[in-house]
């Protein structure tokens, strides 16, 4: 069943050792289609301004992206630039951020597109996350992703938003820094009890924990030796798990912990190449080798 | 089989938000002991001062561990004053050391003792535990543990037993300083390349990876709300997967998966009390059951 993203669309400039990339198509909504794509159809609801590149237009077409609610605005397209040092590739430097048309961004959606059964509300402003949750017509698989940002300047919209979700995927340490505890497992029981049935706390290279109140799992990252640029891995993680669970129409232990996996071995190549290099041309068989390495590398 | 551990016995002192406690038996081959001991017949080689308790004594023997090669030497046992935070339960903060009977310390090993095929050399000085390889009659498994302060001070002697050992277990903080890489896969990699055949590294709350030749696997550690006192958790993870591997008699792919469950498991519960209160009455049923419950939490 066909999924609608919410998020940002942007023009990342990325610096690391093996490169500096600029202008490359980046944002929370661009990397979680790459990935969603793969498993069902999906609509993007997200703002670009009159600098964005037609081919980046053309690029979201040629892979499936329903672009109905991609709005462009007089204005400059949100821009990231970022860098990571070799020692810690799980954190993101960022260097400067250009909001452009994302300031007072409405999200908009299509009338045929308010009914979909399936949302994801990946990182943006809680705000207008909470607007676009407010035009969708009771959806049935609602998820949510965050940020430091929104935690520490949106905590109440941030609040009331994991009240009114079915999932809520958001980093370690973000999670720590919205509950206040160390412990993981305590972590995920704390924003268990502020609202979403299911926590994802993602963990980088130590890979995800999975906790609802009937059970929990943990998996471990799939091991990449040459790590070119983590941007967008969260995103792309939160693509295969909601993309996955939107094809499967059911959301049981079975479907979760596969969702998971599918999650775990897309963030995997993601992360092989800077911005969508490795995950734009990349085909359902190719995932599927890599979960069978991923499953055998974890199997107990 | 029978295994032999070379190792520190020591008096540990240990403060944590849960408590201060003095004088608890603790030291790489006392926890080593506590949980190989379930598997097969442990022999400790070890020096004690004329402080250590007699009660100690009478458990490590209530324990069924052999003792024959626990020298006791005019002096004291070595001491270790430790403290760990709230925040960062994975770190140890050494506030002072007193070495005592350790230092000039030589190992002895008994005749039937230096003939037995399994031979762990947990943390201590590498040149001790080269003495005691030496005194060995060709072991057929031997296993090695080591710390920060001999990859800084003793970096010739651990290299040398690197290339006589075929396990080699190691944190991966520790395996990072040690190779000068920071991805643990190209860690891994380096270490291998620097002789034993089969490389554990311990990531403490994060699991473990595996590496061989052949294969390689992860595992998450098993996830344990309330940490008291992580002391020890390496050496018990050792002695689980030791212990097994004494126990099963060969060293094949199955025989380590298992190995590493069973040590993951172990020592999830050693992090749960202060020294050796949790390990030291724990019989296998109960490691059962919380492996069941492990392998439920990490299934793909």
Redesign the interface.
């Known amino acids: 069943m066909s999924l609608v993203v919410l998020g940002t669309v942007a023009l990342d400039n990325i610096k690391t050792s093996k490169g500096h990339h600029r202008a490359l198509l980046g944002g929370s909504a661009a990397h979680f289609c790459m990935s969603a794509r793969l498993f069902t159809k999906v609509h993007m609801v997200g703002i670009i301004g009159e600098d964005f590149p037609k081919k980046h237009i053309r690029f979201l077409r040629s892979k499936g992206v329903d672009i109905t609610s991609l709005i462009s605005r007089q204005g400059k397209t949100f821009q990231w630039h970022g860098e990571y040092k ?4 799980n954190t993101a430097i960022t260097l400067a951020t250009e909001i452009g048309v994302l300031m007072n961004y409405r999200p908009q959606v299509a009338a045929h597109q308010s009914r979909l059964p399936n949302l994801f509300l990946a990182n943006i402003d809680p705000d207008v996350q909470l607007r676009l949750l407010r035009l969708m017509d009771r959806p049935k698989l609602v998820g949510l992703d965050s940020m430091n940002l929104w935690i520490a300047h949106r905590k109440k919209a941030l609040r009331l938003l994991m009240k009114m979700v079915n999932l809520f995927v958001l980093n370690d340490g973000e999670a720590r820094q919205l509950t206040g505890e ?5 972590v995920a029981k704390a924003l268990r009890r502020m609202g979403p049935q299911m926590v994802v706390i993602k ?1 980088g ?3 995800v ?1 999975f906790y609802c109140d009937r ?6 990252a799939y ?5 070119v640029d983590p941007t967008g891995a969260g995103d792309t993680f939160a693509g295969g798990l909601m993309g996955y669970l939107s094809k499967a129409g059911r959301v049981n232990e079975t479907a979760l ?1 596969k969702a998971v ?1 599918y999650a775990t071995a897309l963030a995997s190549f993601n992360v092989e190449g800077f911005g969508m290099a490795k995950t734009a041309t990349l085909t359902l068989p190719r995932v599927h080798a890599r979960m069978k390495k ?7």
């Open positions: 070799d020692h810690d590739l160390t412990n993981l497992l305590k963990k290279e130590h890979g924990l059970f929990m799992f943990t998996f471990p091991p990449v030796e040459h790590v912990r996996l991923l499953i055998k590398f974890i199997m107990p």
